[in-house]
């Protein structure tokens, strides 16, 4: 399935979207070096990125310069009661099994869930805090 969405992306793409275009297309938005910024976005609908959601996130740091500040969801939406789950739901007979079994929330190593590549990407970079 991933080898599907990414031809997909790649048809959609007229050329490979780079760090140093992303800096550019970022500039182009008015972002700047200082600016605060809150950055949900889709890998996607960028386009096809040479480098991935390291280029998009070392293109972001470099535009922000060290004086802004980046910030990216990052919820574990996996990690809540599973009474209330919905996408997907699970059967009644897991529930307490999971309640169980589901570690406690920690800020370093529980992943995100449905946030995307870039979110789960930038919180694994030196100096991020994550609440």
Do not use: C
């Amino acid at each position: 399935m991933f080898a599907k969405k990414e031809d997909e992306v790649v048809k959609k793409t007229k050329t490979p979207i780079t760090q140093n275009s992303l800096i550019e297309d970022f500039k182009k938005l008015g972002l700047k070096a200082g600016d605060v910024v809150i950055v949900h976005a889709s890998m996607s609908k960028i386009g096809w990125i040479a480098g991935t959601s390291v280029a998009v996130v070392n293109a972001l740091m470099e535009v922000l310069t060290p004086e802004g500040t980046l910030v990216m969801p990052t919820m574990t939406s996996d990690n809540t009661d599973p009474e209330n789950w919905k996408n997907p739901p699970v059967p009644d007979e897991w529930k307490q099994i999971i309640r169980d079994n589901m570690p406690a929330y920690h800020p370093d190593y529980s992943t995100s869930r449905g946030m995307g590549r870039i979110s789960e990407t930038f919180r694994n970079y030196p100096d991020v805090l994550r609440s």
